[in-house]
């Protein structure tokens, strides 16, 4: 708890402009450009996200993010089937296609490897150079010390957006096999790269439980922001 505490207090805090870069000019972006403000729902590729038909409460969200191999075909029922935004990290069990070309599209991988060296990557796999790079080797250090170990790519994205905005929902994360498989969808990805699920589902687990994210919809206020998420963590500290 006390690690959660002091790496809230120190994102909350932080610079977010210094976080991502355009591919193509090398500059840094403006957080609010790749990630608007408004609610979230951010989805997970785990089988469990098929245990319920919320296709339709997904799309309703102002931003919808989606990750790596992610399928909408035969699953939109339970997925829904709208993308804003799409993250990748471009590695070799990634798959070559790219699900929604017109998404805003964004490559996170934990490796401490150069700027050009991930431009490379995603170019290499996607043949597309319209994308962002997260690049931020303080804030990277900073989640896998939380997670002690490699993150999962959703998590990086729930820790950044629930410790910026207020409204941010998740679907499909399990942090683990459900049904002996990774993901709702057909694949044979073997799921090691380092992380940590047992760490990370009980991070997953705090977070929700005090309402950091998975709140209901009704409860949302959107006309607060930022300021308020700021007295948001600080209750979020003095609980633990």
Not at 215 to 239: A, C, G, R
């Amino acid at each position: 708890m006390n690690n959660l505490r002091t790496f809230y207090r120190i994102l909350s805090q932080f610079n977010y402009d210094t976080i991502f870069f355009d591919a193509k000019t090398g500059k840094n972006i403006e957080f609010k450009k790749i990630f608007p403000t408004g609610s979230y729902s951010i989805i997970g590729n785990s089988s469990s996200i098929l245990n319920n038909k919320n296709g339709k409460i997904i799309d309703s969200y102002n931003n919808v993010v989606r990750f790596n191999n992610y399928k909408i075909d035969k699953y939109k029922i339970y997925v829904g089937e709208k993308t804003d935004i799409w993250i990748t990290g471009a590695g070799v069990q990634a798959s070559p296609n790219i699900e929604n070309k017109n998404a805003t599209k964004i490559m996170i991988t934990p490796k401490n490897i150069s700027f050009q060296q991930k431009k490379n990557q995603f170019y290499n796999k996607y043949k597309d150079d319209n994308f962002f790079i997260f690049h931020n080797n303080f804030v990277m250090k900073l989640i896998t010390s939380l997670v002690n170990g490699t993150p999962t790519t959703g998590m990086i994205i729930i820790l950044l957006l629930s410790a910026k905005y207020n409204y941010i929902d998740t679907y499909g994360f399990s942090f683990g096999k459900v049904n002996n498989k990774y993901h709702y969808y057909n694949d044979n990805i073997i799921m090691d790269n380092g992380h940590k699920w047992n760490t990370e589902k009980k991070y997953y687990n705090l977070l929700s439980k005090q309402k950091i994210i998975n709140k209901t919809k009704k409860n949302y206020n959107i006309s607060s922001d930022t300021n308020n998420k700021l007295k948001e963590l600080k209750k979020l500290f003095i609980s633990f």
